[in-house]
């Protein structure tokens, strides 16, 4: 597609459930990255990828988070035993994988709530 | 550790008035910096970077690097520049972008 595409567009869940979210970025690019967003924040880094595997996965919080793009295209960001905590914004953004040199291109997010 | 500094949570400019955003950034490397804006209810986006040192919608950045800054400046600020914008940098040799709390401009009439 012409833009990185996120989905859903917003998700609700309760504690302690498993949830996916789904990022499609622009084709060709190789790069692929996730951020979290909470409310008053900057983007706060999770994972990052190049082509089909994780170039650094540093930023992600805990056991409970994975993100997997086993096709070196879609990624998709996986949660479990979800907690109120998680509550956010889940940004997917791609690029070219020129060391981040050219900025990144973002999706509108996924907004998770966790009652 | 490597971290972006944006003072102010929120700045409010009177119409026509000079706008600047600061960034402060701790890295000891060479650093690439970017400016990204979102508008209500739009995603996030690109609006400049230091390498390409363009001007975009009027909006410029310097990279000073003896005071490790990349403050964000406009000669005349527009009803239409309010948005929330956040200072970015990215590391050598690192494809991964860290990005500052951000600062919301309001552009009073």
């Known amino acids: 597609g012409a833009g990185v595409s996120q989905t859903p567009s917003n998700k609700v869940t309760e504690k302690g459930k498993y949830v996916e979210l789904r990022c499609d970025p622009i084709?060709?690019?190789?790069?692929l990255y996730w951020y979290r967003q909470s409310l008053g924040q900057g983007p706060e880094f999770l994972i990052y990828?190049?082509?089909?595997?994780?170039?650094?996965d540093s930023g992600l919080p805990n056991d409970r988070f994975f993100a997997v793009r086993p096709e070196g295209s879609v990624s998709t960001l996986k949660i479990q035993r979800t907690e109120r905590g998680d509550s956010a914004v889940y940004l997917c953004?791609?690029?070219?994988?020129?060391?981040?040199?050219?900025?990144?291109?973002f999706g509108s997010g996924t907004r998770l709530t966790v009652v | 550790a490597q971290r972006v500094t944006q003072p102010e949570k929120l700045l409010s400019v009177f119409k026509g008035a000079p706008v600047e955003l600061k960034c402060n950034y701790s890295?000891?490397?060479?650093?690439?910096l970017f400016w990204y804006v979102q508008y209500s209810r739009q995603r996030l986006q690109l609006l400049l970077r230091?390498?390409s040192r363009e001007s975009i919608k009027g909006f410029t950045a310097d990279l000073n690097k003896g005071e490790t800054s990349f403050h964000l400046k406009k000669p005349f600020a527009q009803e239409e520049d309010s948005a929330m914008y956040y200072c970015?940098?990215?590391?050598?040799?690192?494809?991964?972008?860290?990005f500052g709390k951000g600062t919301r401009l309001h552009i009073l009439p």
């Open positions: 953004a791609s690029s070219p994988g020129d060391r981040g040199v050219y900025g990144y291109t």
């Open positions: 084709s060709g690019h190789t790069a």
């Open positions: 990828f190049q082509g089909t595997g994780a170039a650094d």
């Open positions: 890295y000891s490397g060479s650093p690439e």
């Open positions: 230091h390498i």
């Open positions: 970015a940098l990215s590391m050598n040799r690192d494809d991964k972008i860290i």
